[in-house]
C-alpha cells in the first residue's frame, strides 16, 4: 500500500484565491482526519470523517474552510478564499483501529 | 479526550535509553494512551499504545503506571534519527463507538539525542 497520499505537496496561491487540498486514504481505513500545523498553534484537528460520514468540525477554523468525503477513497478540504493567515502544512491521516497513519502532509503559502 | 502533559524538551545521549514522561490524571476507564513521533517536517508517526499492561514492540516500550494516571516511553538506545516531538494522547479506542474516532495532539515533547 502507498500509505495515505496527498496533493499538491506543495501550493503557494495568492490571497483570495480557492485552494482545494486533496487526499487519499488508505485502502478499507474507516476515519479520515485533516489537520494543521503551524509553529504557533501546533498540530491542530479540524475535522474527522467516520465511514465517509463527518463527525465533529468543530476544529474549523471558520466558514472559508470545507471539507467533503464524497467516497472512501477521496476526501478534499477547500479554503476559499483563502488568506494569508492559512498558510500552514495541511496533514490528512486515516485509520481503522488504533494505529493512525499521516500522509506527507500539504504547505501551503497565501501570499 | 483527556489532557495529557509532557515536559518542553529533552535531552538524551546516543546509545543510552530515552524515558519520556507523559501524565494523563484524568484518564477514563475505557481510554488508551498512545504515543506518536514526528520527524521535522515529516507527518506524525504512530509508535506504540497500550490500555494498562506495559507494552514493546521493535521502536520502544510503554510503561504505565498501576492508577494509569501517567506513562513513561522508553526508547531503549536512542539513536541520532529518534529526535523528534513525541506526542502523547489518550482517547478510547475506534472500536468502541463512533464518537471515539477524535485524536486530538498537544504539543509534545522535543527529543534530542546528542552524540
Known amino acids: 500500500d502507498a500509505g495515505v497520499i496527498q496533493s499538491p505537496r506543495h501550493e503557494v496561491t495568492e490571497m483570495g484565491q480557492e485552494v482545494t487540498l486533496r487526499c487519499k486514504p488508505i485502502?478499507?481505513?474507516?476515519?479520515l482526519f485533516w489537520y494543521r500545523q503551524t509553529m504557533m498553534r501546533g498540530l491542530e484537528l479540524l475535522i474527522y470523517?467516520?465511514?465517509?460520514?463527518?463527525?465533529?468540525d468543530s476544529g474549523m477554523p471558520e466558514d472559508r474552510f470545507s471539507a467533503k468525503m464524497p467516497n472512501a477513497s477521496f476526501s478534499t478540504l477547500k479554503i476559499q478564499p483563502s488568506e494569508p493567515r492559512d498558510s500552514a502544512v495541511y496533514f490528512c491521516?486515516?485509520?481503522?483501529?488504533?494505529?493512525?497513519?499521516f500522509g506527507p502532509g500539504t504547505r501551503l503559502t497565501v501570499l | 479526550d483527556a489532557k495529557t502533559t509532557q515536559p518542553t524538551s529533552m535531552d538524551c545521549a546516543e546509545g543510552r535509553a530515552a524515558n519520556l514522561p507523559c501524565n494523563h490524571s484524568?484518564?477514563?476507564?475505557?481510554?488508551?494512551v498512545y504515543w506518536y513521533r514526528q520527524i521535522h517536517s515529516q507527518g506524525p508517526q504512530y509508535i506504540i499504545h497500550?490500555?494498562?499492561n506495559n507494552e514493546t514492540n521493535e521502536m520502544a516500550s510503554l510503561i504505565i503506571t498501576e492508577d494509569r494516571k501517567s506513562s513513561t516511553l522508553i526508547l531503549p538506545h536512542a539513536t541520532l534519527r529518534d529526535t523528534a516531538v513525541y506526542y502523547c494522547?489518550?482517547?478510547?479506542?475506534?472500536?468502541?463507538?463512533?464518537?471515539?474516532?477524535?485524536?486530538?495532539f498537544g504539543d509534545g515533547t522535543t527529543l534530542t539525542v546528542k552524540p
Open positions: 491521516a486515516s485509520r481503522a483501529y488504533n494505529e493512525q497513519f
Open positions: 485502502s478499507g481505513h474507516d476515519y
Open positions: 470523517f467516520n465511514n465517509n460520514v463527518p463527525i465533529d
Open positions: 484524568t484518564i477514563s476507564g475505557n481510554e488508551y
Open positions: 497500550g490500555l494498562k
Open positions: 494522547i489518550v482517547r478510547v479506542a475506534s472500536s468502541y463507538n463512533t464518537n471515539a474516532g477524535k485524536s486530538t
